[in-house]
């Protein structure tokens, strides 16, 4: 059976004027605050208080870090680092107006500084203003440091690939070292693309040779093993077409498949992947089309019939969705992506009892494959179902031990230790996916409510303050500030 897939407006003058009234009071504010925290027990300088700043911001103290960059900022008014840390900072707190205004000055001290331009660039992006982020970090991948330059071409030729810009994404991750082992792949996929099979074969194998990424280095196989069949005919062009659409590039699928047919039109094969192919770029009557053919040369085509359940879903159809998805479960029973998306639809229609009996085979068909398990867990723990029986606890616990490095495993595990009444052990999970996603809100807020209730409460005030500080103004970040107010004083 084939394999299945898987955002500058101008500030208003109110809002400017908002803005600079912040800024004032936050400077008059400022040495009060380093007072309280311990900020002058020497004597003052920039290169300190930034150092300590980003101690803070490491720590996702950031209503410290921001106190010290603050203060550089008045101690050496002409330059540009402590905005530009300041930038950075709220950047990381998805405040784009603050991050902004603080780029700018920063961009004013200094228009040549390649870290500067790539924030500046990455705040456009967040604020889905993809011209704005193309500019910016275009300005910085021919300024130093060399670092930064980097990283904007990396972003740069994501950006293009995302938007379909084969060749001008090709030039960017060309222009990165070798070692760059995602440019690798990417160089692979869109040398491949273009014919050139020899340049590919030897970027996918570089891959091969200096990742231990096992997604990465998965991906790289497909296509070397799609090379290795390479001869020109209609079967070796839907294997090139299938290796696109096995990594998720259906719009580069699309001319191997269309070759492949063009030499044998009936392939009922090459004919459901070109229908799944089009489905993902849009071309949803065209798909249509495709997999109405494909199923009458070859009823019995699971693949097909999961593109038309993707198909009804799009168009809101769940009756025939369900009955596409159980006519492909017929004819593969053991596919755990057919059996997830069953799932998937039974929760969506709150049908509790399929939905966990899907999720379940798909965990159970899905051999070493850790996302049917998470997908299991997440369910349980969203359901706050099969705790007495201890299978919520077993899922959550496999998908640990398959996805050891799984943030959201371990959220996931710490959220029914919760609901179990484990406190220390939802404690000491939450504390593991926050070790693994420490940028995360939500495993902050987690940590700090379970902490709450142990009483441990300087200890839960600083992990809501975190998440607070990591989704400022967002939900997470409204429910951390709501549990902290309810926290009893503590006893000094």
Known sequence: MHKLLKRLKSSSWEELLATTDLWATRIMLTAALLLVIGAVTQAPSEANDLQVGLDAQSQQEYWRAEAFFQQAALLAPDDFQPSLDLGRLHLLEHRDALAQSELETARSLNDTNADIWLALGDVARDQKLLPDAEH??????????????????????????????????ETQFAALPTSDTLAQYYLGVLRLARGDRSDARQAFQAVLNQTADSAQRDAARQFIQALDQWNG????????????????????????????LASDP????????????????????????????????????????????????ANGHYTLAINDIEQALAIDPQNPILWATRGDIADQLADLPTAEQALRHAADDAGSDPQFSLRLAIFYADHQLGLDQGIALQAAQAATALAPTNGLAFDTLGRIQQALNNLPAAMQAFAQAINLAPTNATFYEHLGAVQAAQGYIRSAELNLRKAMALDFDGPIGHEAQDMLQTLPPLNL
């Open 233 to 260: 005919s209609a079967q070796s062009e839907k294997l090139l077409g299938f290796a696109y659409i096995q990594n998720n590039f259906p719009a580069l699928a699309l001319m191997p498949l269309q070759q492949a």
């Open 136 to 169: 910016a970090w275009l300005q910085a991948a021919r300024l130093q440091p060399a670092d930064a330059a980097m990283q904007a071409r990396k972003r740069l030729g994501l950006l293009y690939a995302g938007q379909g810009h084969w060749q001008n994404a």
């Open 266 to 313: 009936k392939d009922p094969d090459a004919l459901a992947y070109l229908g799944w192919a089009e489905y993902q770029t849009g071309a949803l009557s065209q798909a249509q089309q495709q997999e109405t053919q494909a199923l009458a040369l070859k009823p019995a085509d699971s693949f097909a019939r999961y593109v038309f359940c993707l198909l009804d879903l």
